[in-house]
C-alpha cells in the first residue's frame, strides 16, 4: 500500500527568495498594511500584527487573482462559514472546502492518512489559480510542502495561520523558506479565527478595487 510522507525536510528545500523579516510598515505595500489594519480590527488583537509576515507582492496578486477569478480552498468548513457572504459574491467567489467530501473521506481511509492532505491533492487538481487558506490543519500545509519540493507548485498563493507548538511553528517557517508565495501567521499565533480575518481582508480589499 502507497503511503504518504507527511515530513517535509528543510535540508532540501529550494532556493528561495528574500522574505520580509519584519512587521514593520517600511517593508510593507499600502496593500499589505491595508490588509493588517483590517485584520487587527476584525480581530480586536494588535499583537497579532507582529507575526504576519507577507512574501513580496503576494497581496496585490492576491487581489489580482480574486478580481480575474481564482479558485479558493480553505482546510475547514470552519473557515468557509466565517468569510464575509457578501462580498465574496461580488467577486463571484465561492470559497470550498474538501475536508468532509466522501470521496475525500474514503481514499483517506484507504491510504491512511490525514483527510486533510486528501483535500490539498483535490484543491491543488482544480484549474486555474488557487488561493489555499490553512488554518486549522496543520497536516495539509505538511502535504502542500512536500508537493512543492517534488515539484514546483504553480498558479497557487497560500494563506497559512495555524496555531500550535514546535511542529507547527516549524511547519510555518519551511513554508516561509520554501519560496511559495504566501501569508503566514508566524511564531506559535493564528488559528481559524486568524485565517478568516486574514482572508476577509483579502477578499474585501479586491471587492472594493473591483467597483
Not at 532556493?15 to 510598515?25: E, K, L, M, Q, Y
Not at 507577507?54 to 468557509?80: H, K, M, Q, W, Y
Not at 515539484?151 to 495555524?162: D, K, N
Request: charged share 20%.
Amino acid at each position: 500500500m502507497t503511503m504518504y510522507s507527511t515530513t517535509y525536510s528543510q535540508k532540501t528545500a529550494r532556493p528561495r527568495a528574500s522574505r520580509v523579516t519584519r512587521a514593520d510598515s517600511a517593508y510593507y505595500s499600502e496593500s499589505a498594511l491595508r490588509v493588517i489594519d483590517r485584520v487587527e480590527r476584525e480581530t480586536g488583537d494588535p499583537s497579532l500584527r507582529q507575526s504576519l509576515h507577507f512574501t513580496p507582492g503576494v497581496v496585490e496578486r492576491i487581489e489580482r487573482e480574486l478580481i480575474l477569478g481564482c479558485s479558493l480552498v480553505a482546510d475547514s468548513n470552519l473557515i468557509t462559514a466565517g468569510l464575509d457572504a457578501e462580498a465574496a459574491a461580488r467577486l463571484s467567489l465561492q470559497p470550498r472546502c474538501f475536508l468532509d467530501d466522501p470521496a475525500v473521506t474514503s481514499l483517506a481511509a484507504h491510504k491512511r492518512v490525514t483527510r486533510a492532505e486528501i483535500a490539498v491533492d483535490q484543491a491543488l487538481a482544480l484549474n486555474g489559480p488557487k488561493l489555499l487558506i490553512v488554518g486549522s490543519a496543520p497536516m495539509a500545509l505538511s502535504r502542500l510542502l512536500q508537493l512543492n519540493q517534488r515539484t514546483p507548485l504553480h498558479e497557487v498563493v497560500i494563506v497559512a495561520a495555524p496555531s500550535g507548538f514546535a511542529s507547527v511553528v516549524a511547519l510555518k517557517e519551511q513554508l516561509w523558506e520554501s519560496g511559495l508565495p504566501c501569508i503566514v501567521a508566524r511564531g506559535r499565533r493564528g488559528g481559524a479565527g486568524a485565517a478568516i480575518a486574514l482572508t476577509n481582508a483579502l477578499i474585501a480589499e479586491a471587492a472594493e478595487r473591483a467597483l
